[in-house]
């Protein structure tokens, strides 16, 4: 019973020690020791450790930090990488990410048309050689699908606007890679992410909202820990009701936020030429600065059905921060948080008092970073699961 209990404790210091290197880092041993509680040694012991893991570097302090007794900074190994890949109907993004959470290399394939699975897979293989040559730990790829994912295995149930349905989209990425394969919502990856790294860091209560080419998703993070639901379909806040007499949804149902609230909606309005799809943001405010255009006035609908969702999560879920990603951060970048603060009222009372509307702190590598952080979540918990280096010695 000892043994097994300081088995576990090890186990617990050493992933305290890797979270905080991995959100927080780099950070000096003095920091480490600091934050964790622990003493010195203890702390030298799991540094070195992860260390022969291959999980975290240690290097010497910057001219800047050299006061008194020099503390070496530890930072999570970049050489440790998963692989994330995020498949949307105009393009396929495929990136490695560091333990540190940076995209350290990423190309978009532009798709011609809806790729089928088959050639989604091939593609995922023909690339991923490529681009993973080099690095000395390869954890796993991370797919983040526009679409209904069952958290347990990666199965894709429904990706509509790709027109997956039922695939075992995780298996087959790991059979076609030989490294293990996780998937699940874009959305929620996002929600991960900005959550950890970007625009929504902190305890409570946060919901993400990404609109991408595919529609709206949205993911809840309630003290750190995405909410999920039962089998990892929670936060569907794209399918929320905003019109009796809009535009059917896929869904079935009719005035879905995601029908009304769309990039592919402005762009019709706007004539916006292939070349500019990238830039919206600039298209937008040229527009939002035109108060009698027609597109000014897609804007503003756009805009009052957004308002409209964001009331039904602040009365349902009273949450600290509401983070927009991808076309609707280019929307609260343009017209501001106030626009569609005062566009949410009324709320019941006090919930839109507390809550702050920001745009995704990653910008477009948010999923991606999302996608590595499903791949990097076991290795957290369990940093001792990572075999030692060949060349370490422990």
């Known amino acids: 019973m000892g043994g097994r209990s300081l088995d576990d404790l090890r186990r617990t210091n050493l992933s305290r020690?890797?979270?905080l290197a991995h959100r927080e880092g780099p950070l000096s041993r003095s920091e480490l020791t600091r934050a964790t509680g622990l003493n010195r040694s203890t702390v030298g012991g799991l540094v070195a450790e992860l260390q022969a893991r291959g999980l975290v570097d240690e290097s010497d302090p910057g001219p800047a930090r050299r006061v008194g007794r020099p503390s070496p900074i530890v930072s999570a190994s970049d050489d440790t990488v998963a692989?994330?890949?995020?498949?949307?109907?105009?393009?396929?993004d495929i990136a490695v990410v560091g333990l540190s959470g940076r995209v350290l290399q990423r190309v978009r394939y532009d798709n011609e048309r809806l790729p089928t699975v088959t050639e989604f897979v091939?593609?995922?293989r023909a690339v991923s050689g490529m681009l993973l040559e080099g690095y000395g730990n390869v954890l796993g790829a991370g797919l983040a699908i526009p679409g209904l994912v069952r958290h347990s295995d990666g199965h894709v149930l429904l990706a509509p606007h790709l027109e997956w349905t039922d695939t075992p989209l995780a298996a087959l990425v790991e059979d076609a890679l030989g490294i293990p394969c996780v998937a699940g919502n874009d959305a929620n990856c996002g929600a991960v992410a900005e959550s950890t790294f970007g625009g929504g860091r902190g305890e409570g209560v946060v919901v993400y909202l990404n609109g991408g080419a595919s529609g709206i998703g949205g993911g809840v993070v309630i003290d750190g820990r995405l909410f999920s639901g039962v089998d990892g379909h929670a936060g569907e806040f794209g399918h929320t009701n905003v019109t009796e007499s809009g535009r059917r949804c896929h869904?079935?149902?009719?005035?879905?936020?995601e029908t009304e609230v769309r990039r592919d909606r402005f762009i019709e309005v706007d004539r916006t030429p292939p070349s500019e799809v990238g830039r919206l943001a600039t298209r937008i405010d040229a527009a939002w600065g035109d108060p009698g255009s027609a597109v000014h006035a897609e804007?503003?609908?756009?805009?009052?059905y957004l308002a409209t969702a964001m009331r039904t999560v602040v009365n349902a879920l009273n949450p600290r921060r509401i983070v927009l990603g991808g076309y609707l951060g280019d929307l609260l970048s343009v017209v501001g948080p106030a626009e569609i603060i005062d566009r949410m009222r009324p709320t019941l009372p006090g919930a839109v008092d507390v809550v702050s509307v920001v745009p995704a702190g990653l910008h477009d590598d948010v999923i991606l970073?999302?996608?590595?952080?499903m791949v990097f979540a076991?290795?957290?918990?369990?940093?001792?699961?990572v075999p030692y280096r060949v060349d370490a010695h422990a």
């Open 17 to 19: 020690v890797l979270r």
């Open 83 to 92: 692989l994330a890949i995020n498949p949307e109907v105009d393009t396929v």
């Open 122 to 124: 091939n593609l995922v």
């Open 251 to 257: 869904c079935g149902a009719v005035g879905c936020l």
């Open 299 to 304: 804007i503003t609908r756009q805009l009052g």
């Open 369 to 373: 970073v999302g996608a590595a952080e």
């Open 378 to 385: 076991p290795v957290l918990d369990d940093p001792g699961s």
